[in-house]
C-alpha cells in the first residue's frame, strides 16, 4: 500500500471554487455519497458535489454565526449545524433549500460555538458561549426523541467559552471538551451525573481551539489552541504513574518546520488518518500556502507544502482517505480540491477578498485568556 508520504507528494490542485458572494468558508464535511456541506460567515451552508465542487444547493436558517457541520454516520441524508443563534439544526440534503427538519434549542441566553453528533446518532452536544461572564454550559439533546427536547445540561466543569465539543469516532458515550479557560475535559456520558462523567482535565495552558481523537484505538487527544500550540496526550495512561504528555509546544509557530527554516503562520485543524495510522496536522503561511504535517512523540513533521492555491488564511480542511483527495476552504472564499495528478481545470489563483467590506470577520475566534479559576494540571 502506498504510504502517506507518497500520496500527499502526489497531491496537485484539481478543482476551484468561488461563491457568487464572498464569504468565508469555515468548516466542510463529506457525506460517502458525494456531498460535501460548507459552512459559510454569512450564516449559509452550502453544498457541494465534492467531484466537481459544482454548487448543487444552500440552506439559510440561522440568524447568527455557524459553528460547524456534521453528516449523521448512519443516515447519510441527514446533515447538522449549530449556531450562535442559540439552535442546532437537522437539514435533509435530499431537500435543498428547504427548511431545517428539526431544531434544537435550550436556554435563551445560549450561544453556541461548538457542537458534535456521537457515532451512533443518537445524542447531540453543543458548547456554549460564557453566559453572564460566569458560566458555560455543555447541552444534550436526544436526536431520535421528538420535539427536540432538552436532555440535560452539564455546568461545573468549564468556566468560558466551549470552543470545541468531539465525540469518541467509536465509544459513543465519550466526549472531550475543550474551552476557553485552557481545560480539556474528557467525560463518559454513561456514568450519568456530571461529576461522575468527568474522568480527565487536561490543562493547555491557553485557550484551546480544536481538539481531535487520535491512535490506533482513538486513546490519544491532540488539542491546537488559539495561539498556535499544539498538546498531544495519552489518555491510555490514565491509570498509571506515567505522564499524560506525549509533545507538548507552547508555540508551534517558533518550529523550524520549513525547508528555509522558518515555521508556519498559523494551525488550521488536525485528523486521525485511520488507514495511514499517522496524526496529520495542517498549518499555513498568510500568504494562503498550506503545510502538511504530521504529529508523534518526536513534534511536528512537515510532509509536503501545498502552493499555488489560497491566496490568504486556509479556516477548514477534510481528507477523504477513500478518493485519496484533500478538500480546504478559507478566507479568500475559496473551496479547492487536490488530488494526485490533479491539474487544474478551472480559472488562476484568485484574488484576495479580505478587503471586501462583507468579509469584516476577526481571523480566529476566541482569543480571549482571562482564566477565571485555577486550572487542573495534566
Not at 42 to 71: A, E
Not at 329 to 339: I, P, R, S, T, V
Request: glycine share 12%.
Amino acid at each position: 500500500m502506498e504510504g502517506l508520504e507518497e500520496k500527499l507528494k502526489g497531491l496537485s490542485l484539481a478543482r476551484r471554487s468561488l461563491p457568487e458572494e464572498p464569504t468565508y468558508l469555515l468548516d466542510v464535511a463529506l457525506q460517502p455519497a458525494g456531498l460535501l456541506a460548507v459552512s459559510c460567515s454569512n450564516f449559509t451552508i452550502h453544498l457541494h458535489n465534492k467531484d466537481t465542487l459544482s454548487l448543487v444547493g444552500q440552506y439559510q436558517g440561522h440568524s447568527g454565526p455557524l459553528c460547524g457541520v456534521v453528516f449523521s454516520h448512519t443516515s447519510p441524508d441527514s446533515l447538522y449545524s449549530g449556531s450562535a443563534d442559540g439552535t442546532v439544526r437537522g437539514w435533509d440534503v435530499r431537500r435543498p433549500g428547504s427548511e431545517a427538519v428539526q431544531v434544537f434549542k435550550s436556554g435563551p441566553s445560549h450561544n453556541y460555538c461548538s457542537f458534535d453528533l456521537n457515532c451512533s446518532d443518537t445524542l447531540l452536544c453543543a458548547g456554549t458561549e460564557q453566559v453572564n461572564d460566569e458560566d458555560s454550559f455543555l447541552v444534550f439533546w436526544d436526536v431520535r426523541k421528538p420535539g427536540s427536547k432538552l436532555l440535560g445540561v452539564y455546568s461545573e466543569s468549564h468556566s468560558d467559552d466551549i470552543t470545541q465539543v468531539c465525540f469518541h469516532p467509536r465509544e459513543k458515550d465519550r466526549l472531550a471538551s475543550g474551552s476557553t479557560d485552557g481545560l480539556v475535559n474528557v467525560f463518559d456520558l454513561s456514568r450519568g451525573g456530571e461529576d461522575e462523567a468527568l474522568l480527565a482535565t487536561c490543562n493547555s495552558d491557553s485557550s484551546a481551539g480544536s481538539v481531535c481523537w487520535s491512535g490506533a484505538e482513538f486513546t490519544q487527544l491532540l488539542c491546537l489552541s488559539h495561539d498556535e500550540g499544539l498538546h498531544l496526550w495519552d489518555l491510555g495512561q490514565l491509570d498509571t504513574d506515567e505522564p499524560l504528555t506525549i509533545f507538548s509546544t507552547s508555540d508551534a509557530r517558533g518550529l523550524p518546520l520549513l525547508a528555509d527554516g522558518g515555521g508556519v503562520d498559523y494551525l488550521v485543524g488536525c485528523r486521525w488518518l485511520q488507514e495511514a495510522q499517522r496524526l496529520l496536522v495542517v498549518g499555513g503561511k498568510n500568504s494562503g500556502d498550506l503545510h502538511l504535517m504530521e504529529c508523534d512523540h518526536a513534534g511536528l513533521r512537515l510532509l509536503r507544502t501545498l502552493e499555488g492555491g489560497h491566496s490568504s488564511t486556509v479556516r477548514c480542511f477534510l481528507w477523504d482517505a477513500a478518493g485519496e483527495a484533500l478538500f480546504t476552504g478559507g478566507e479568500d472564499a475559496q473551496l479547492l480540491l487536490w488530488k494526485p495528478g490533479g491539474e487544474e481545470l478551472t480559472s488562476g489563483k484568485s484574488k484576495s477578498k479580505k478587503s471586501e467590506s462583507a468579509l469584516r470577520l476577526k481571523s480566529r475566534p476566541h482569543k480571549k485568556h482571562g482564566y477565571q479559576r485555577e486550572k487542573k494540571g495534566a
